[in-house]
């Protein structure tokens, strides 16, 4: 039961029940109180709020994802935001779909992954399929011996042994992680074809967003531009008595409806052209030149190469 009606329209019964007529029926997506409930939670909605307040239910909606939105910025970059910056859509991108599905299926950091696990599966089968071969040892050692109390108590012992090891019977235990090992790797397989696909799936629809975000960034354009002069032309207008101060506020209205999508529009290209570099295998700190210490495994290897002993780590 909305509150609205029981608390503020109570003595109202006649206008509550246009409105409920109106608002309270249906998937209830006319009522601007409905729309702020299902977007921010029911304590996001404010006692005064008028169903039919759509102007101000989208304020209200926007400002919630605002601050939803900072939030998420925050716990990434570990900073609140301050005074940021429009960044630059990703440069140096694929000219052509079919470029972008040939460099990601080579690139993509799936598709790398799963082709270097299938390697390791298949060395395991060489590895567990050795143990059924024969196998062959020399050894040799060198034994000096000399007892400085005593006299003629020198010996000295060199010998060499040849060992060959032929198995004869396992019990089955290595067919057996033979034949597992086969499975594992016919599994890392397909993983490489799923990965292979899922990369060109991946690929088409990041094109497909960046393209399609081009051409509306486009259009919205010329709808800004063309808003301008409607405006300017209704404000006129307005200066001889000819509009009335509401078509003012519809054309300002439509100028701004126009200038929000313009953005929005350049936010999906934004985010479109790095899911096309993340396509590509791109998308990492150093090919987006971050002002942050990279991490270089070469460097890390070295460091502990020649460390015997010790468990701490560099912070």
Known sequence: TCLFFNDRMDDMPASATLLKMRYCQGDFEHCARFRVETKLGSTSVPGNLYPEDSATADRIAATGRLSSSRAVFQRIVGDYPAQLVQPQAAAGLPTQLDDLIAISLDNDP????????ESAAKADIRTIKGELLPRAQLRGRLLYEDDLGTSNTERQQAEILAELTIPLYQQGAVSSRTREARQTATQRRIEVDEARAQAREDSIEAWEALVTARAQIESFKSEVSTAQIALEGVRQENEVGERTVLDVLD???????????????RRDELVASFATLRAEGRFTAE???????LYD?????????????GVDIDD
Request: glycine share 0%; charged share 30%.
């Open 110 to 117: 799936n598709v790398v992954a799963s082709e270097f696990a």
């Open 251 to 265: 054309a300002e209205q439509e100028l701004l409806d126009a200038q929000v999508n313009l953005v929005t529009a």
């Open 287 to 293: 090919d987006l030149a971050l002002d942050v210490d």
């Open 297 to 309: 495994p070469a460097a890390n290897y070295r460091r502990v190469r020649d460390k015997w002993f």
